[in-house]
């Protein structure tokens, strides 16, 4: 039986970038080559209805061993990785016994990771850490959620003597740009309950989560001969510089924590003649989030009396905060808290400072929390995961089984 770590390595390998800019679900068409690949690993194992539907969601049954009836509990990841930074030959290092210092990252002379920029990796000295070359992410996010819930599933069909319910698991694509559950059939599905294994480091238990809105604006300006351009020429970079200016510095991510929104900067490209911005929007709170999209909208407003509506907008939600769906459920919580305490791990239920699929799913039905994956410093060629915050996580896994099935 193959290790945590081995079918995370192995899952790796396979570029699955999802792509912003796609017209397909899912975006980019690679990151199936992982979904087929899942199937036929499930149905080796002798999951029989694993399947890969036209949408790109992976979903398979493991048939309870037990009599009485208990919650049907689903697990869930997302096989795309982020198009921040290239997913294509991931040449990963292993770091051994690690003693606490920089760690070199050899794809990339003079790129490490530093001690000083990231202190918690002083947490796992003397583990095994997995880090990038540097010249790509490594893909924890969320090749190792996947990982996880592919290890407990292989685990189980090879030890029936362990009881549990009706456990589901599903695969989505494109969970990094926002669309991981656009199609996701909760009802096919069939779980009562489910958790997402996509959070970061080791103890990491969310249930909250930020409400999101996308945001794309379009600046046409006027470009004239800069020798004639007197009260003639609209300079749409300089434009969206003005804009970018207008939106509160204090409130962008490098300044932000805990419960705290921001707008940030996703996209700028343009020419004197043309220009498009990308923002993303975000905030905990309800009220102050759509304060946020109001300042945008009057930012826009603005612009345009001042320049002649040269700027359009488009602004949409993506998610909501996942708090008001799972709270009357809170049960789920607290058995990952006790999950996690079997396993020797201190919880640190806390708030996400992003989305997973967890949160739409719970609004349409499915209360899902999300659990750690183990990973640092998401969606940059910086990640690593420890490898015993992986074995960790696979223990968690079977610890909730096991609560469900008492």
Avoid: W
Avoid at 123 to 137: A, P, R, V, W
Avoid at 151 to 170: D, F, N, Q, R
């Amino acid at each position: 039986m193959e290790t945590v770590t081995d079918k995370f390595l192995r899952y790796i390998s396979v570029e699955t970038t999802s792509d912003e800019n796609g017209t397909t679900h899912p975006s980019s068409l690679k990151e199936l080559d992982l979904s087929r690949m899942l199937v036929e690993e499930m149905k080796k194992m002798g999951i029989a209805d694993a399947s890969l539907d036209e949408n790109g969601y992976v979903m398979g049954t493991i048939p309870a061993n037990i009599d009485k009836k208990v919650p049907v509990l689903g697990f869930i990841a997302h096989v795309d990785t982020a198009p921040d930074a290239s997913g294509k030959d991931v040449k990963p290092q292993f770091i051994r016994n690690y003693d606490g210092s920089d760690i070199p990252l050899k794809g990339v002379p003079g790129l490490a990771l530093r001690v000083a920029d990231f202190p918690e990796m002083l947490d796992y000295k003397g583990q095994t850490l997995i880090t990038t070359d540097g010249t790509t992410l490594l893909g924890a996010d969320d090749k190792a959620g996947v990982a996880e819930i592919m290890t407990v599933a292989e685990y189980l069909l090879t030890h029936p003597e362990v009881k549990h319910g009706t456990i589901k698991i599903g695969f989505t694509p494109d969970e990094e740009i926002g669309c991981g559950v656009d199609f996701f059939d909760v009802a096919k599905f069939g779980a009562d309950y489910a958790y997402t294994m996509d959070g970061g480091a080791i103890g990491e238990l969310e249930y909250e989560n930020f409400n999101a809105a996308g945001v794309k604006l379009r600046i046409q300006g006027c470009n004239i001969h800069p020798g004639y351009a007197k009260g003639k020429m609209v300079n749409a970079m300089q434009v969206g510089m003005e804009l970018a200016g207008m939106l509160p510095r204090e409130q962008r991510p490098e300044f932000t924590q805990d419960y705290e929104g921001f707008f940030h900067l996703t996209g700028f490209n343009g020419t004197v003649e043309a220009a498009t911005m990308s923002y993303i929007i975000r905030d905990h709170d309800m009220q102050r989030f759509e304060q946020k999209k109001a300042l945008m909208e009057a930012a826009v407003a603005y612009i345009n009396k001042k320049y002649g509506d040269i700027v359009t907008l488009e602004m949409k939600d993506q998610y909501y905060n996942m708090r008001e769906k799972v709270e009357p459920h809170y049960f789920i919580v607290e058995r990952a808290i006790k999950a996690m305490e079997m396993a020797g791990i201190q919880p640190k239920v806390q708030p996400i400072r992003g989305g997973t699929d967890g949160a739409r799913l719970s609004f349409m039905g499915l209360p899902c929390p999300n659990i750690f994956a183990g990973g640092h410093n998401f969606h940059g060629k910086l990640e690593f995961v420890p490898v015993e915050s992986m074995e960790k996580a696979t223990e968690v896994i079977k610890n909730l089984i096991a609560l469900y099935a008492e």
